[in-house]
């Protein structure tokens, strides 16, 4: 039977965010990010294991508490320069430990706010489906192109327009080949990937509360989001 495993790229630095920290370390909660991160794909009874992919250099995951889901995850010091390349890294990492079949969840390691039901939402509608596909968005707001000083050039269609979020839940052996042929500059997420070789993703309603730490100001935000689904 197809099982289902996830994967964690979180050897980036976050220079965005300006800390000393790299973001996935930052406090949130009164715990790293990347916890909250980790909990919400090890809360899934389906997801059979949670593989991190870290810096070679990283010192701070073995720093941290995962005690509560210890059993359930595993760090992979292989990441590299690129989203992509860390990706692509992992999942040769465990190719003995994954059939050509089985289904890997591709998840943000900044994307700490992971509602439950929309992450089962994208395991139901997938788990038969040929290809694979991603949680995404329709977008809402209206979308201007600017030039290089900030002006706007023109205002753009957003008809039929998503944004992706993840998790992403592709075939492994398909998403490694994927990887393998595509340029990794260019692979700013795995749907990309799987979409250069002519298959075509299934977007998946995602939720707003899933949202991607990238600024500041956005750890104020997911501070207030992970409040609110502790209570209900």
């Known amino acids: 039977m197809q099982k289902f495993f996830a994967l964690v790229p979180a050897a980036g630095s976050g220079a965005r965010m300006g800390a000393a920290l790299p973001k996935q370390y930052l406090a949130l909660a009164g715990r790293p990010l990347l916890y909250h991160t980790l909990k919400q794909l090890c809360a899934c009874a389906e997801i059979e294991r949670v593989f991190v992919v870290l810096a070679a250099g990283d010192r701070f995951f073995a720093q941290q508490d995962w005690q509560p889901f210890a059993d359930r995850i595993e760090p992979l010091y292989c990441g590299g320069a690129a989203r992509a390349v860390s990706v692509f890294n992992g999942l040769l990492a465990v190719r003995d430990l994954l059939a050509a079949d089985d289904w890997m969840l591709v998840h943000d390691a900044v994307r700490p706010c992971l509602p ?5 939402r994208l395991i139901d509608t997938l788990r038969n489906d040929a290809v694979g596909g991603l949680l995404a968005l329709p977008v809402v707001d209206t979308l201007k192109r600017a030039d290089a000083a900030g002006l706007v050039m023109q205002t753009e269609p957003r008809e039929s327009l998503w944004q992706a979020q ?3 839940m592709f075939r492994y052996r398909a998403l490694l080949e994927a990887l393998r042929a595509f340029d990794p500059a260019l692979a700013t997420d795995e749907a990309s990937a799987i979409e250069h070789l002519g298959q075509r993703p299934r977007l998946v309603n995602g939720d707003t509360r899933n949202l991607k730490v990238t600024y500041p100001h956005d750890l104020e935000l ?10 209900k």
Do not use: G, H, W, Y
Request: charged share 15%; hydrophobic share 50%.
């Open 116 to 120: 439950a039901d929309a992450l089962q």
């Open 222 to 231: 997911a501070a207030l989001i992970l409040n609110s689904m502790e209570k």
């Open 166 to 168: 993840t998790p992403q």
